[in-house]
C-alpha cells in the first residue's frame, strides 16, 4: 500500500522568505501523481501544484516550485516570497497513474507566516 | 473557473439519524469521490464512482455509507445510522475530464461539508 509521510508537523517562515515543506512516499508503481494541496482555516482543500512522475523537470507554479527526487521517493514544495495568506494547512498527496484512483494523504504541515 | 459545490456547509444530527450530503461536480468530469477529515487529521478517501458506480472504496466506507449520483449533475453521500464518531468534514472532489488534457488527473475539491453528530 502507499504511504505519504510528512515529517514536520509545524513550520514557520517571515514574510518574504523562503520556506521548505518536506514529504516522503513510498510506493511500488513507476507511474503516479503528486500533489501539494493547501488548506486554510476555511478548510477547503486547495490544489497548489501537481508533478508527473515520468517528467524530470520539477514543477513550478509562480512562487510555489517542488524538488522531486523519483528515486529517493521525495516531494519537497518550496514557497519563495512567503506572503502572508501562505498560512495555511499543507497536505502532500499521492495518486496512482490510473485515472480515478484515490488519493493518499500525508499527515500534514501546518504553516505559520509571520510578518 | 468551474468549482465543485456541496451543500450543506454545515450539518448537525442525533446520532442515529441518516443524513445526506449533497455535491455538483464539475461538469463534464467522469470520476467523483467523497473523502472525510476529523478534525486534526489527515484526509481520508472513502469511496470513488465512475460510470454510475463504485469503482473503488475503503475500509472505512462500509454498509451504513451508501453515494449515489440521482441525475445528471448531483453526487450524493448518505449516512445510514449516524455514530458520534462520523463527526467529520466531509469533501466531494471530481475529476476526469472526457478529452485528454494534462488536467484531467486532478482531484477538484468542493469547500466541505462540516458534519456535527450529537
Known amino acids: 500500500a502507499q504511504t505519504v509521510t510528512q515529517s514536520q508537523p509545524e513550520m514557520s517562515v517571515q514574510e518574504a522568505e523562503t520556506v521548505t515543506l518536506s514529504c516522503t512516499y513510498d510506493t511500488s508503481e513507476s507511474d503516479y501523481y503528486l500533489f501539494w494541496y493547501k488548506q486554510p482555516p476555511s478548510r477547503q482543500m486547495i490544489l497548489v501544484i501537481r508533478q508527473e512522475a515520468y517528467k524530470q523537470q520539477n514543477a513550478t507554479e509562480n512562487r510555489f516550485s517542488v524538488n522531486f527526487q523519483k528515486a529517493a521517493k521525495s516531494f519537497s514544495l518550496k514557497i519563495s516570497d512567503s506572503q502572508l495568506g501562505d498560512a495555511a494547512m499543507y497536505f502532500c498527496?499521492?495518486?496512482?497513474?490510473?485515472?480515478?484512483?484515490?488519493?493518499?494523504f500525508g499527515e500534514g504541515t501546518q504553516l505559520t507566516v509571520n510578518p | 473557473e468551474p468549482e465543485v459545490t456541496q451543500t450543506p456547509s454545515h450539518q448537525v444530527t442525533q446520532m442515529g439519524q441518516e443524513v445526506i450530503l449533497r455535491c455538483v461536480p464539475i461538469s463534464n468530469h467522469l470520476y467523483f469521490y467523497w473523502y472525510r477529515q476529523i478534525l486534526g487529521q489527515k484526509v481520508e478517501f472513502l469511496v470513488s464512482?465512475?460510470?454510475?458506480?463504485?469503482?473503488?472504496k475503503s475500509e472505512i466506507f462500509d454498509d451504513q455509507f451508501s453515494v449515489e449520483r440521482p441525475d445528471g449533475s448531483n453526487f450524493t453521500l448518505k449516512i445510514r445510522s449516524t455514530k458520534l464518531e462520523d463527526s467529520a468534514m466531509y469533501f466531494c472532489?471530481?475529476?476526469?475530464?472526457?478529452?485528454?488534457?494534462?488536467?484531467?488527473?486532478?482531484?477538484?475539491f468542493g469547500p466541505g461539508t462540516r458534519l456535527t453528530v450529537l
Open positions: 472532489a471530481s475529476s476526469g475530464a472526457p478529452w485528454r488534457i494534462t488536467s484531467t488527473d486532478t482531484q477538484y
Open positions: 498527496a499521492y495518486r496512482p497513474e490510473t485515472s480515478g484512483s484515490r488519493l493518499t
Open positions: 464512482f465512475y460510470n454510475n458506480e463504485i469503482s473503488e
